[in-house]
């Protein structure tokens, strides 16, 4: 499909737009329908469309399979994270309230974060999968 | 003591799986696993002496009450099976310190040991949670982290039967998962405790029954009880020897407890009564017993025969559970303790031998006992712990289980005991034949290469690992304070509540 000039404009154009709407989903997830795990198959679906378009090894270039590795477990460490400094700022594993200085501050700020990592380790995590799928060669 | 070492249970591992998972180094990889198994002992040691007297630990997730929130509700039950999963943990994590690098792949020493942990923080998980939606996330953490573990044995049967116990793991899981809808949609609740006190308000539903025998035959699956038990032997005989260590003496346990939270806990036990499921259960760990003891007779390979010693042990605890007086009771309850121990350091001794030999086939092990002594002196007493031989930790549970049957009459139970006691002679005897008996023949070593001095003698953190399972045996069976205390108080708890049958 690399020859194919309009898939290629198409697929250039159409890239931004999906990571930009996987954001808004992400970050507006908790004011309207959205969150992390949306997001994350959204902002996968951006790259798998670029690697379907240019070949894997372009989308190798552009997001490398280390840092896949290093993302998927950078969100689930994000999440975790946030229980346990709620626990160190003397609330219960996840209790956000104890994060900001009011309450509803604080579930704002926790909710954020935890979606974010959610949004991370889903986006890698399908990624990889993609990656895992198509190559048919040894990992590394 | 403070109510925030509960949680730690579950973010001990939580946090350091993903880190592990980074890392290639096997030195690495180990440290991080050893130091969550360690800790998660320690825990649930501090947590069980907590709770041993029959109280409560309470510990509220994100700060919201229940019954809209999850809530962790530890008594003496959650903390002994908390500390059954972290005991094996340990004793695995010594045995894989020098069997690992032989069975896995080099690329793979930090997934797999990250896989591991997650399996332990599941299992874990589920030992402590008392939410059932909470308990399901809990049970496919650790299924899914098992089918993973499970398919990076050594031949590449491995995968087949990761694939047929994933199917069959997930198609436990969704019927499991589609009794909590229907029980929710009939009560409105996930909070099992809660769900148990408004239980008589939407009892007549007919939801609700379908929803329990969803919820049965799901967790039939995951514990493999007896017709149900099909993907054990090819899951735990062509796994790598850690995983069928770690996940024959806990997986199937803790789906036992589930099992023993939902017929007592969460559905009265007059109301699975009325449906005649103590002697359905009756029937299927009697037939339990004599079907996987006869199966695991006619094995030929040691990995094999005792997965299906499994499916027997399983039905023992079953119909312990099925006997509903406080004999059965305790003695299924010592019996997920004791068959663990059993299991595990049997595991571990097979683990030795196909680290030595590249076989665990009895017919390529012929007269291999005199090689390694102290190996199948390990072997040997751990089998006559699962024959239930005087002053081993099998005869303690037997013994409870025989008082309770005869306790309440039924002497088809007493029958199929002492039947399924001999043919666990006949089996273990099959393995001490083949060991010690067979004339000894040239032995036959596969895939070794030029200068590999593994094969002298046994490591010793497997030999380590194999003696503190083997001295369990034998110190429980002599010493069952820890093990009869806890039961007792687990029996009293689970009966008290409930009208006597």
Not at chain 1, 6 to 16: A, D, E, G, Q
Not at chain 2, 58 to 67: K, V
Not at chain 2, 220 to 249: C, D, E, R, T
Not at chain 2, 265 to 273: E, G, M, R, S
Request: glycine content about 8%; overall charge neutral.
């Amino acid at each position: 499909m690399i020859n194919d000039l309009i898939l290629r404009v198409v697929t250039k154009w159409l890239s931004p737009i999906i990571i930009l709407f996987a954001l808004y989903v992400q970050f507006h997830g908790d004011y309207s329908p959205g969150g992390g795990f949306q997001a994350g198959v959204i902002f996968s679906t951006a790259i798998l469309l670029y690697a379907l378009t240019y070949g894997l090894d372009a989308a190798l270039k552009v997001i490398p399979e280390t840092a896949l590795r290093v993302a998927a477990s950078f969100g689930v460490l994000l999440y975790g994270g946030v229980g346990v400094v709620s626990m160190l700022l003397g609330g219960n594993f996840l209790n956000y309230s104890v994060l900001a200085d009011t309450p509803l501050a604080g579930q704002h700020i926790g909710i954020i974060v935890i979606e974010l990592g959610v949004g991370i380790t889903v986006a890698a995590v399908m990624i990889l999968l993609f990656f895992t799928f198509s190559r048919r060669v040894d990992p590394e | 003591m403070n109510e925030q070492l509960t949680i730690l249970l579950v973010v001990v591992p939580l946090m350091i799986a993903p880190i592990t998972a980074l890392f290639k180094s096997h030195t690495i990889s180990w440290i991080l696993t050893a130091i969550v198994s360690l800790t998660s002992l320690i825990l649930s040691f501090i947590i069980l002496f907590d709770v041993i007297d029959g109280s409560h630990v309470i510990y509220e997730l994100g700060g919201w009450r229940p019954p809209w929130g999850i809530e962790y509700k530890i008594d003496s039950l959650n903390a002994f099976i908390a500390l059954i999963v972290s005991a094996i943990a340990c004793l695995s994590t010594i045995f894989a310190w020098q069997s690992v690098p032989k069975e896995i792949n080099e690329n793979n020493y930090g997934l797999f040991y990250a896989a591991l942990q997650l399996c332990l923080l599941g299992l874990l998980g589920i030992a402590l949670t008392g939410d059932i939606f909470n308990l399901f996330v809990f049970l496919e953490i650790s299924s899914l982290s098992s089918y993973a573990l499970i398919s990076m044995g050594r031949s590449r049967k491995a995968l087949t039967a990761a694939f047929s116990y994933l199917i069959l793991g997930t198609i436990g899981a969704t019927f499991f998962l589609i009794g909590v809808g229907f029980l929710y949609a009939a009560s409105g609740s996930l909070n099992i405790a809660d769900i148990a006190t408004r239980f008589s308000t939407f009892a007549d539903m007919q939801l609700v029954m379908t929803g329990f025998i969803f919820i049965l035959l799901g967790l039939g699956l995951k514990a493999a009880i007896f017709p149900m038990h099909s993907w054990l032997p090819n899951a735990y005989g062509h796994a790598p020897s850690v995983v069928s260590i770690f996940l024959s003496a806990t997986a199937t346990k803790v789906s036992i407890y589930v099992l023993i939270r939902v017929l007592f806990d969460l559905y009265p036990v007059a109301y699975w009564q009325a449906l005649l499921l103590p002697q359905i259960l009756l029937v299927l760990g009697c037939v339990g017993v004599i079907y996987g003891s006869f199966r695991a007779w006619q094995q030929v390979e040691l990995k094999r025969l005792l997965a299906f010693s499994s499916v027997a042990q399983i039905g023992y605890i079953i119909i312990g559970i099925s006997l509903l007086n406080n004999d059965g009771i305790t003695a299924s309850v010592m019996h997920l303790f004791n068959h663990a121990l059993i299991k595990a350091t049997l595991f571990m001794g097979a683990g030795i031998i196909l680290y030595r030999t590249n076989t665990t086939k009895l017919s390529e092990l012929r007269g291999f006992g005199g090689s390694m002594p102290w190996t199948f002196a390990a072997i040997v007493l751990a089998g006559l712990s699962l024959i239930g031989v005087p002053g081993t930790v099998g005869f303690v549970t037997k013994w409870y289980l025989l008082s309770g049957a005869i306790a309440q009459g039924k002497w088809i139970v007493v029958v199929a005991i002492l039947a399924g006691s001999v043919l666990a002679i006949a089996y273990v005897w099959k393995i001490v034949e083949a060991m010690y008996f067979n004339s000894k023949r040239k032995m036959v070593i596969q895939n070794v290469k030029i200068g590999d001095i593994n094969l002298a003698k046994a490591p010793f953190s497997l030999s380590l690992a194999l003696w503190i399972g083997a001295a369990g045996c034998l110190y429980f069976g002599l010493y069952t304070e820890l093990p009869y205390q806890s039961a007792q108080s687990i029996a009293t708890a689970l009966l008290s509540s409930e009208v006597a049958p």
